[in-house]
């Protein structure tokens, strides 16, 4: 499924070239060529979904674990010192293309980037008369995508020494 006027389906599609470094059966990552910082990498679904919530959720998990695997691979290529991975999701979050994209940016101390925003203090009512909005709907919404799911068993992975080395070398990157 694809949208022939979204610039991102034409990168799908191979008609409009792009800096390809992963691509597999449901996901494209591709460098950001107007990026914030130098590795600026999406991530894309090949299908045309304009926003988050028209994505399934199988996808949505599989371009997440793909989004983590592009922030270590930038850890351990570019020497950065972290990211930042975001949606915008809707035109007044800044989404300016409508196809559904994760940015993975790498991030250096005192790059100039700027994703910071000041924070407003809301009062106790606000935040209750939220909360009660939102909470039914939300847990409705979880549990009732979660009863469709057919469940399934999984078996402990056995960690190698190389494995090891990996998760024991991502460790020192927490701060």
Same mark, same amino acid.
């Given at each position: 499924?694809?949208?022939?006027?979204?610039?991102?389906?034409?990168?799908?599609?191979?008609?409009?070239?792009?800096?390809?470094?992963?691509?597999?059966?449901?996901? &494209?990552?591709?460098?950001?060529?107007?990026?914030? =910082? &130098?590795?600026? +990498?999406?991530?894309? $679904?090949?299908?045309?979904?304009?926003?988050?919530?028209?994505?399934?959720?199988?996808?949505?998990?599989? &371009?997440?674990?793909?989004?983590?695997?592009?922030?270590?691979?930038?850890?351990?290529?570019?020497?950065? =010192?972290? +990211?930042?991975?975001?949606?915008?999701?809707?035109?007044?979050?800044?989404?300016?293309?409508?196809?559904?994209m994760?940015n993975?940016?790498?991030?250096?101390?005192?790059?100039?980037?700027?994703?910071?925003?000041?924070?407003?203090?809301?009062?106790?009512?606000?935040? #209750? +008369?939220?909360?009660?909005?939102?909470?039914?709907?939300?847990? +409705?919404?979880?549990?009732?995508?979660?009863?469709?799911?057919? #469940?399934?068993?999984?078996?402990?992975?056995?960690? #190698?020494?190389?494995?090891?080395d990996?998760?024991?070398?991502? &460790?020192?990157?927490? $701060?």
């Open positions: 499924m694809s949208n022939e006027n979204c610039i991102l389906c034409q990168i799908v599609g191979n008609q409009v070239p792009a800096y390809v470094i992963y691509e597999d059966d449901i996901a &494209l990552g591709i460098l950001d060529v107007n990026g914030a =910082q &130098l590795g600026h +990498t999406f991530i894309i $679904p090949k299908n045309h979904y304009p926003i988050l919530e028209q994505v399934p959720d199988e996808e949505i998990g599989h &371009l997440f674990n793909v989004a983590n695997k592009i922030s270590s691979a930038l850890f351990e290529k570019m020497k950065i =010192q972290g +990211t930042n991975i975001y949606v915008t999701n809707g035109i007044p979050a800044g989404q300016r293309v409508a196809h559904f994760i993975v940016i790498p991030r250096l101390e005192n790059d100039g980037i700027n994703l910071q925003w000041a924070p407003k203090q809301l009062g106790e009512e606000e935040m #209750s +008369t939220v909360e009660l909005k939102l909470k039914d709907q939300a847990q +409705t919404a979880v549990v009732s995508k979660q009863a469709k799911r057919p #469940s399934k068993v999984v078996e402990h992975a056995v960690v #190698s020494d190389d494995d090891e990996y998760y024991a070398g991502h &460790l020192n990157r927490i $701060p």
